[in-house]
């Protein structure tokens, strides 16, 4: 098989491979020599230029998720050029958008955690493809990207930013996507949110509780929502890793203020640079309800700690695919309409809206750069909360 300039493919490629969950200061990832994978009917073959780092990873890794493929190479926030297309590819719209041109050889694109769905179950039909009962993830039960080549289905992968280069925009790829889909489910981008800039004053806002104040003025500046008129609204954030300091961004662009609650103070000091209102400890007091809170680190008792400082009528999310357990919620926490959610996966639509929306604000990741073959080392520093932003690894 040939690459787009009708040169050979290689026989073999670098990965890293993890044949059995263990802690990640055993290294458990081994760099291995492997076949370069050929695609299929539908799907492309990519060259990686670079894959995030992200705490899922650290959950396949040391076992917290159950295996689901062993050897797997694991990566799901994957930067990459379109090597190769299996038959039929080209026929196939990226990212399920059916306006959206074919692929052609040598375009950029994406690869999330959602590898591919049936589009066949109760869930699929209904448009809550997030909840297929027979989807596939990338780096789980196929093998992603920390390796020199992969393979993805053509309608599962998505045309990236032009602006943003290949590491500022792996972190978006589950981070940045998932990190939208808790600001969807507690209201602040989506349906009956508003539209920042130009778009908002030809949309109507028939939802006077979702009318944000501040909306962007095209630069990515957000009004002081006193001068709007309208009382602040705010999101508190638990956690504050990769996706936080890019949900940080758009929730400010949408005119929210962020409330950030985590224990490192590099974390902390980030949030402010990034416009965060307040930022402290968990145990800390912000002096102010919040009226919708995401929780991102994977501790069960922060979803009660969030819930105490919800406001009637607050929106609590569970934005982590792995938690510790959750206490006893007592019923005067969860009283007067407060909601606790799970948030599980993420649709084609959030991916789409999510680079849409990242273009326009921008967003900006921050990131430190890891080689390939220090990909353990990366989720050793994951893990311990040396990251400052997101870990992406720098493939080819």
């Not at 955690?113 to 809550?128: A, K, Y």
């Amino acid at each position: 098989m040939s690459d787009a300039s009708g040169a050979a493919l290689p026989a073999s490629m670098r990965g890293l491979q993890l044949a059995a969950p263990k802690p990640v200061g055993e290294r458990p990832l081994s760099l291995v020599e492997l076949p370069v994978p050929r695609p299929g009917p539908g799907e492309v073959l990519l060259r990686v230029r670079a894959c995030g780092v992200c705490r899922t990873d650290l959950h396949i890794v040391e076992g917290e998720l159950p295996p689901h493929r062993s050897p797997v190479v694991p990566g799901h926030q994957i930067v990459g050029e379109v090597a190769a297309l299996g038959a039929g590819a080209e026929r196939l719209p990226p990212g399920g958008d059916p306006s959206a041109p074919p692929l052609r050889s040598g375009e950029r694109v994406g690869v999330p955690w959602l590898h591919r769905t049936c589009g066949r179950c109760r869930f699929c039909r209904s448009g809550r493809e997030n909840l297929c009962e027979n989807a596939q993830f990338t780096g789980w039960d196929v093998d992603g990207g920390f390796s020199e080549y992969m393979v993805a289905p053509a309608d599962f992968v998505y045309r990236l930013p032009d602006a943003m280069d290949d590491l500022a925009v792996a972190p978006l790829l589950c981070a940045g996507i998932i990190g939208y889909r808790c600001l969807r489910l507690v209201g602040i981008v989506g349906d009956g949110a508003g539209l920042p800039g130009a778009e908002a004053a030809d949309q109507s806002t028939a939802d006077a509780g979702n009318v944000l104040a501040g909306y962007a003025d095209g630069s990515g500046r957000t009004a002081d929502a006193a001068t709007a008129g309208v009382e602040p609204r705010r999101l508190g954030l638990y956690g504050f890793g990769s996706a936080a300091h890019l949900c940080t961004q758009v929730a400010r662009w949408r005119g929210w203020e962020v409330y950030a609650f985590t224990r490192g103070a590099e974390h902390r000091s980030l949030a402010l640079e990034l416009g965060a209102a307040w930022a402290g400890e968990a145990s800390e007091d912000p002096g102010v309800l919040l009226d919708a809170a995401i929780i991102f680190a994977p501790a069960g008792e922060l979803a009660i700690d969030a819930l105490r400082r919800t406001d009637r009528g607050g929106i609590v999310a569970l934005g982590g695919i792995y938690s510790s357990p959750i206490p006893p919620i007592e019923y005067p926490w969860i009283y007067d309409e407060r909601v606790v959610r799970s948030i599980a996966n993420s649709t084609r639509q959030d991916a789409r809206e999510l680079l849409r929306d990242a273009a326009l604000v921008p967003v900006r990741s921050r990131v430190e750069e890891y080689d390939l073959e220090q990909a353990n080392e990366a989720l050793i520093d994951l893990k311990q909360d040396r990251v400052r932003g997101s870990a992406v690894l720098r493939v080819g």
